[in-house]
């Protein structure tokens, strides 16, 4: 049996399964944006909601195979220090920053390295801005457009606001949140 000290605090291919301890408590890091923790602590649940961002590296990892940090992990660094990426950016950013940097690096139509990406990104909620694949109601985590509120300024809308929409799939918007990165 493995005690709570030989166990990982943070499970890349299954969030929210590396721990069940007394003392700790239960991983609560979701692996998809149907999951997403709405939190004011831990800047908005940065950390506990970075299992949907690991498992999306993971799944990317395991399809491309070899080395995590010769394909993989190459992408994702390199998509970490691009610019364009601010502190204000959201999960959606950052997964089209990782396509784009696939797309440069391993070529644009048809690669396997932007196919993993992209399947990486979907298998985990996380949809191209303005695509029509983001999840609605009962298919995954989906939010209507807000009438007032900005998350990166911390203004949340009123309780009274509806927080999902049913509508068709035109008018839904995948939920992401601002993650920030140090420095």
């Known amino acids: 049996m493995v005690s709570s000290l030989e166990r990982a605090i943070v499970s890349l291919a299954a969030p929210g399964t590396a721990y069940d301890d007394p003392i700790l408590g239960k991983d609560l890091q979701p692996a998809h944006m149907r999951d997403y923790l709405e939190t004011q602590d831990d800047n908005g649940g940065i950390h506990v ?38 502190s204000d950016s959201q999960f959606v950013d950052f997964a089209a920053m990782t396509q784009l940097v696939a797309a440069r690096r391993y070529g644009s139509t048809g690669s396997d390295e932007l196919r993993a990406v992209k399947n990486a990104w979907d298998l985990v909620g996380v949809a191209e ?55």
Do not use: H
């Open 49 to 86: 909601n970075a299992g949907i961002l690991n498992r999306a590296f993971y799944l990317t990892a395991v399809a491309l195979g070899g080395f995590a940090w010769e394909k993989a992990g190459w992408i994702w660094y390199e998509a970490l220090r691009d610019k364009k990426l601010k």
């Open 129 to 183: 801005r303005g695509s029509t694949r983001a999840p609605c109601p009962g298919e995954g985590f989906c939010m209507g457009r807000r009438a007032r509120g900005n998350p990166a300024s911390g203004s949340e809308p009123s309780a009274a606001e509806p927080r999902v929409r049913s509508g068709p799939r035109d008018e839904c918007v995948l939920k992401t949140r601002a993650f920030r990165f140090a420095g």
